[in-house]
T-cell receptor
Framework: GDSVTQMEGPVTLSEEAFLTINCTYTATGYPSLFWYVQYPGEGLQLLLK?????DKGSNKGFEATYRKETTSFHLEKGSVQVSDSAVYFCALSDLSGYNKLIFGAGTRLAVHP | GAGVSQTPSNKVTEKGKYVELRCDPI?????LYWYRQSLGQGPEFLIY????????DSGLPNDRFFAVRPEGSVSTLKIQRTERGDSAVYLCASSLMDSTDTQYFGPGTRLTVL
């Protein structure tokens, strides 16, 4: 079945460092891909998404490109801030027509001043 | 506007008891999803409603779990004869329709079964 694999955390960075969180997926067909973020004490929020190959999703300085050839959707940010500390989830929507999401295990990011 | 709300935020119960978890979706959203998030894991799909009907309940782990959405708005997830393994955060999400619309998540209900 469809699945998502993302790099294990925690990822610890200093402020203004470059961030990459790897995400690869397995799916039959070409699902939509998402990054969700969960800040401490808050619910899941959509960070960005891409619906077809070579699309780039971007928001709040974060970017991810839908790579069909490598079945990847890596999250990047050029300069992280302390406020980016959160848990990041990569997800795909299955192609059943019901748009149910399949999530990776999450990657915790801690950014220090 | 108001987001997805879930009540209670925390629920502690004893093994074998019955619990109900409530979800109020965003007004006008016809699609509603329940997910379960165990500690250190990503959310896992449980059930999907389009309107009043459960279009896909393939994620419900067993027949102790049941969910309803009688008027196409509020949904209730019901768990009978709770077990310690049911302890998790139960998340609800809604979207405008079921196609590629963004799902908006509630804050979740943390269920602890003692």
């Amino acid at each position: 079945g469809d699945s998502v694999t993302q790099m294990e955390g925690p990822v610890t960075l200093s402020e203004e460092a470059f961030l990459t969180i790897n995400c690869t997926y397995t799916a039959t067909g070409y699902p939509s891909l998402f990054w969700y973020v969960q800040y401490p004490g808050e619910g899941l929020q959509l960070l960005l998404k891409a619906t077809k190959a070579d699309d780039k999703g971007s928001n709040k300085g974060f970017e991810a490109t839908y790579r069909k050839e490598t079945t990847s959707f890596h999250l990047e940010k050029g300069s992280v801030q302390v406020s980016d500390s959160a848990v990041y989830f990569c997800a795909l929507s299955d192609l059943s027509g019901y748009n149910k999401l399949i999530f990776g295990a999450g990657t915790r990011l801690a950014v220090h001043p | 506007g108001a987001g997805v709300s879930q009540t209670p935020s925390n629920k502690v119960t004893e093994k074998g008891k019955y619990v109900e978890l409530r979800c109020d979706p965003i007004s006008g959203h016809t699609a509603l999803y329940w997910y379960r998030q165990s500690l250190g894991q990503g959310p896992e799909f449980l059930i999907y409603f389009q309107g009043t009907g459960a279009a896909d309940d393939s994620g419900l782990p067993n027949d102790r779990f049941f969910a309803v959405r009688p008027e196409g708005s509020v949904s209730t997830l019901k768990i009978q004869r709770t077990e310690r393994g049911d302890s998790a955060v139960y998340l609800c999400a809604s979207s405008l329709m079921d196609s590629t619309d963004t799902q908006y998540f509630g804050p979740g209900t943390r269920l602890t079964v003692l």
